[in-house]
T-cell receptor
Framework: AQKVTQAQTEISVVEKEDVTLDCVYE???????LFWYKQPPSGELVFLIR??????QNEISGRYSWNFQKSTSSFNFTITASQVVDSAVYFC??????????????FGAGTRLAVHP | DVKVTQSSRYLVKRTGEKVFLECVQD?????MFWYRQDPGLGLRLIYF???????EKGDIPEGYSVSREKKERFSLILESASTNQTSMYLC?????????????FGPGTRLTVT
């Protein structure tokens, strides 16, 4: 069955520390997408990144970077020089295709990141 | 920008009441989704819809129903609310069936059933 595991329930860091959020997935699909979302205290999930299963290049966007490794079924997210505004719950998600041409997202349990001044 | 709005941020209902949660998106998206979010469980899909008047069960549909009479509006209905339905409910939409599309989320409705 499709599954996303975010083993870190909560992480607490001090501002300017680097932090990595882990995501491990299981899938039977050969083509799939992985996503990261951020949920700030306001509640609305915000899309951060999408990666398809054929593209294992790492991606960097400002202080954010993502490491996709198909060999270990992992899609980890690193925040460099963390800031208080990074405090949020972060979700990793995996696309799942099924009959009828439908698809849906399977979410991990989320990692709550607290960045302290 | 895509805008997904939900009718209430906070809602308190009594056990046995019929509850309606409304969701509206303004970007002509085909797909709409209802999730519930509980601590330690992440987001779990309740129902989704790929077209007007069409609905599909998600992973936890028991105790819920949905309605999609217009493309922009997707309603979640709790026929007889129970205390174990106390949760955060999130609505989302996406442009089409392509597996690469991200979903756009509303701000959520925190429902308390007493």
């Amino acid at each position: 069955a499709q599954k996303v595991t975010q083993a870190q329930t909560e992480i607490s860091v001090v501002e300017k520390e680097d932090v990595t959020l882990d995501c491990v997935y299981e899938t039977r699909d050969t083509t799939y997408y992985l996503f990261w979302y951020k949920q700030p205290p306001s509640g609305e999930l915000v899309f951060l990144i999408r990666r398809n299963s054929f593209d294992e290049q790492n991606e960097i966007s400002g202080r954010y970077s993502w490491n996709f490794q198909k060999s270990t079924s992992s899609f980890n997210f690193t925040i460099t020089a963390s800031q208080v505004v990074d405090s949020a719950v972060y979700f990793c998600a995996l696309s799942e295709s099924f009959s009828g041409g439908y698809n849906k997202l399977i979410f991990g349990a989320g990692t709550r990141l607290a960045v302290h001044p | 920008d895509v805008k997904v709005t939900q009718s209430s941020r906070y809602l308190v209902k009594r056990t046995g009441e019929k509850v309606f949660l409304e969701c509206v998106q303004d970007m002509d998206h085909e797909n709409m989704f209802w999730y519930r979010q509980d601590p330690g469980l992440g987001l779990r899909l309740i129902y989704f819809s790929y077209d007007v008047k069409m609905k599909e069960k998600g992973d936890i549909p028991e105790g819920y129903s949905v309605s999609r009479e217009k493309k922009e509006r997707f309603s979640l209905i709790l026929e007889s609310a129970s205390t174990n339905q106390t949760s955060m409910y999130l609505c989302a939409s996406s442009p089409g069936r392509d597996v690469s599309y991200e979903q756009y989320f509303g701000p959520g409705t925190r429902l308390t059933v007493t």
